[in-house]
């Protein structure tokens, strides 16, 4: 569903007409700011003015370890910056399917050693590309597969949490086989609408139960000058009540990476404040 069809619905001005959710916070991922991995990203975020940093755990193995191996350093440069660690991504497995790659169920296992060490909840785990899911069977796998896992996460306080362009009805197929709290949503509001889902009902529909946290962003415009209409996105996530982070994802139009970090987080906050 598209923008002028959902302004259409019956009681949506009572949605648009909801107050900002004033605790919902505003962080960045380390590989949009070009420094994935890499304590670097902290410093520019912080510069920046946001909230938070999404931290990738690294493609390209070293020594048959995940590449991110030195957890206290960004745990002491995120206090000294008064930063959030708000979460993982665990990027390997854009190498490593879960849906078809044994090794990729090694990097989840460490990967959430590592969340335990860094403190950080909630972990980002990707299907896309050849590492999709897009049949029933391969959804059932991965669903079985972390059902399996699910205890370790839960015992280290870590929520796996599945970002891609499946349907919400598909991923709830997921959650609902894993049967584990600790096995959510990452929803990407780019990633739905971009497939041709209908984001303004996908996330009253998943709700704070399933969706662990958000990643903003409509590429490759500067938000608020694409086709998702960020209002509406934002009344929805405070009428389900979520309270936590929308990490941004974005591209940089203009190639300036920090002037187009600072617009999109600068368009968020005066909607945040209207």
Known sequence: ????????LPGI???????????????VTDWNLGLAG????????????????????????????????NPSAHIERAKALKLTLVSTCL??????????????EKWLSDAIE???????????????????????????????????????????GVTLGLENTNSAAENLRVLE???????????????SFSRGHDIYNEIPLLGTERICQFHFKDNPNLLGQG?????????LIEQIGYQGFADLETSSPSRNIAVDMAKNLGYLRSLMRA
């Not at 569903?1 to 259409?8: Q, W």
């Not at 001005?13 to 916070?25: C, G, S, W, Y």
Request: without cysteine; proline residues 6%.
């Open 1 to 8: 569903m598209r923008r002028r069809h959902f302004l259409a």
């Open 13 to 27: 001005a009572r949605v648009l007409l909801a107050a900002p959710n004033p605790k919902l916070q505003i962080g």
């Open 38 to 69: 890499k304590l670097e990203a902290l410093d520019l975020a912080a510069q920046i003015g946001f909230a938070g940093v999404e931290v990738s755990l690294g493609r390209k193995p070293v020594d048959g370890k995940l590449p991110f191996n």
């Open 91 to 104: 990027d390997i497995l854009h190498i490593n399917g879960l849906k078809n790659d044994k090794l990729g």
């Open 114 to 156: 590592i969340n335990q060490a860094l403190g950080v909840r909630n972990m980002l785990l990707p299907f896309f590309g050849a590492r999709a899911l897009e049949t029933p069977r391969e959804l059932d796998y991965v669903a079985d597969l972390l059902r399996n896992i699910a205890p370790k996460a839960e015992n280290a």
């Open 177 to 191: 086989r894993a049967k584990s709290s600790s096995i959510r949503i990452f929803y990407d509001v780019g990633n």
């Open 227 to 235: 086709g998702i209409h960020f209002p509406t996105v934002l009344s």
